[in-house]
């Protein structure tokens, strides 16, 4: 069974960093394009970033410069840096997996989640 | 603002039929990119309800049906239940922007 399971989540201050990981089973993750959206509380969907398997990154506006997505192979983890984080990246954070490469945008498979709250 | 456009909000009966629209444009679906629909029930992670714009994953009933017509989607629900009460997501590809991009949902009530 596929899964997908985000930690790192928590509360940290403006121009704070943090480290989300999400841990995928019953695929193989550097295989796929993966990618990261967030949700703001009580706010629609917004997709973060998205990394092929061929390892080419493409990051939202509103986050480049300041997140950086990663994985690591051999232990089919999906990583999001966040660093200089602002009020407004406050969210969950989801990890997903896309269907196939030709329509790298229809995601299949959703982690549940992970809540990062930025506040001073 | 969301460069594609939902509708706040749809509500209908038990057993009815209802429709919820997205409209974008020509550098994303009227540029011919693929439409997909997210359900998001509450307290719950999106789930994919429609891919390329008319398919069904196999766990969706085929109650959930979409089509599209130049550069707008439609996502239609017959026979509601009140289990499908949530938010509905549209989503698809932007040239202009290469970016990802999701509708503001439309939040279901079922009365």
């Known amino acids: 069974e596929v899964q997908l399971v985000e930690t790192g989540g928590g509360l940290t201050r403006p121009g704070g960093s943090l480290r989300l990981s999400c841990a995928g089973s019953?695929?193989?993750?550097?295989?796929?394009?993966m990618n990261w959206v967030r949700q703001a509380p009580g706010k629609g969907l917004e997709w973060v970033s998205v990394l092929y398997s061929g390892g080419s990154k493409y990051y939202a506006e509103s986050v480049k410069g300041r997140f950086t997505i990663s994985r690591d192979t051999s232990r089919k983890i999906l990583y999001l840096q966040m660093d200089n984080l602002r009020v407004e990246d406050t969210a969950i954070y989801y990890c997903a997996r896309s269907r196939d490469k030709n329509d790298f945008w229809t995601f299949d498979r959703w982690g549940q989640g992970t809540l990062v709250t930025v506040s001073s | 603002q969301s460069v594609l456009t939902q509708s706040p909000s749809v509500s209908g009966a038990p057993g009815q039929r209802v429709t919820i629209s997205c409209t974008g444009s020509?550098?994303?679906?009227?540029?011919?990119?693929?439409v997909n629909w997210y359900q998001q029930l509450p307290g719950t992670a999106p789930r994919l309800l429609i891919y390329g714009t008319t398919d069904r994953p196999s766990d969706v009933p085929d109650r959930f049906s979409g089509s599209k017509s130049g550069a707008s989607a439609s996502l239609a629900i017959t026979g509601l239940q009140v289990e499908d009460e949530g938010d509905y997501y549209c989503?698809?590809?932007?040239?202009?922007?290469?970016?990802?991009?999701f509708g503001g949902g439309t939040r279901l009530t079922v009365l």
């Open positions: 020509s550098s994303n679906i009227g540029a011919g990119y693929d």
């Open positions: 019953g695929f193989t993750v550097s295989r796929n394009y």
């Open positions: 989503q698809s590809y932007d040239r202009s922007l290469s970016a990802v991009l």
